[in-house]
């Protein structure tokens, strides 16, 4: 950081510029959006009394994504990634990117981790794979992906490139379903606004086909049973490519997430 009269100027990690690419390449996605409540305070109870009864630590997002590991694997369609005009690729395994913040010379970097085969892991199973990422050393800025084996030589080259250029080499990679999936899963999910209190939705870009935007939880009223009492609700703003998907199994999809989440299920 160099510092000048009455402002700091930051060097930027090289890790935003592929932020930076993710937000021009995501813009050209047809997406369908929602922005969606669920009532999640059943779930939040068997979470706590599972932390109370057993002493294990168990976390909110690795059973959302247990929740939503199986709902993909249900519904593949929605994680289907096009390969040339005419086809798509439905892939059997979910392999979900989770967006982790690190700190990085004083600054909070965003950086991702892939999970591999969410649909055959338990929440707890889950818990231990992102703990593992979040005490991972971030050494250098090139450190682009939590837990990757890439070698740091070649992205550090591909930082030095012009974003049009970069930009080109993004499509050439990404025209390979194959390739994309090893790279970056299938889905992701960012839980950057469950760090504030404020109720609402965010809508994150993405170049995925599915993407799961976690907001905060709030407690308010709402009716059960003919009675209305104080309920925790998650506000979830979920983008689905419409290019591999119709909207009648899009909405399938959505409807089987909040039954799984609004039950409780895999706790």
Request: net charge positive.
């Amino acid at each position: 950081m160099q510092k000048d009269t009455g402002y700091s100027i930051v060097t930027l990690p090289s890790s935003r510029l592929f932020t930076m690419d993710i937000g021009a390449l995501g813009s050209r996605k047809h997406h369908v959006r929602a922005m969606i409540e669920i009532d999640v305070t059943e779930a939040r109870k068997k979470i706590r009394t599972i932390q109370k009864k057993s002493g294990k630590t168990l976390s909110f997002t690795s059973w959302t994504l247990k929740c939503i590991g199986q709902a993909v694997s249900e519904h593949k369609s929605v994680h289907a990634l096009r390969k040339g005009k005419n086809r798509i690729l439905v892939f059997d395994d979910v392999d979900i990117s989770l967006v982790i913040e690190k700190d990085y010379n004083g600054a909070l970097v965003p950086l991702p981790i892939v999970i591999r085969k969410v649909n055959e892991k338990s929440a707890q199973e889950l818990f231990n794979e992102i703990e593992t990422a979040k005490k991972q050393e971030v050494r250098t800025g090139k450190d682009y992906v939590l837990g990757g084996k890439q070698s740091a030589e070649p992205m550090e080259l591909f930082a030095l490139l012009p974003r049009w250029l970069r930009l080109i080499i993004w499509k050439i990679l990404l025209s390979n379903p194959r390739r994309v999936k090893n790279m970056m899963g299938t889905a992701i999910v960012t839980s950057i606004g469950m760090m504030g209190k404020t109720s609402g939705w965010f809508i994150p870009y993405s170049i995925h086909p599915v993407c799961f935007g976690l907001g905060s939880i709030v407690r308010k009223p709402g009716a059960i049973n003919n009675a209305v009492t104080i309920r925790e609700y998650l506000s979830l703003t979920l983008l689905i490519d419409h290019d591999v998907v119709d909207g009648a199994p899009a909405a399938r999809f959505v409807s089987r997430l909040v039954e799984l989440m609004e039950t409780g299920s895999g706790l």
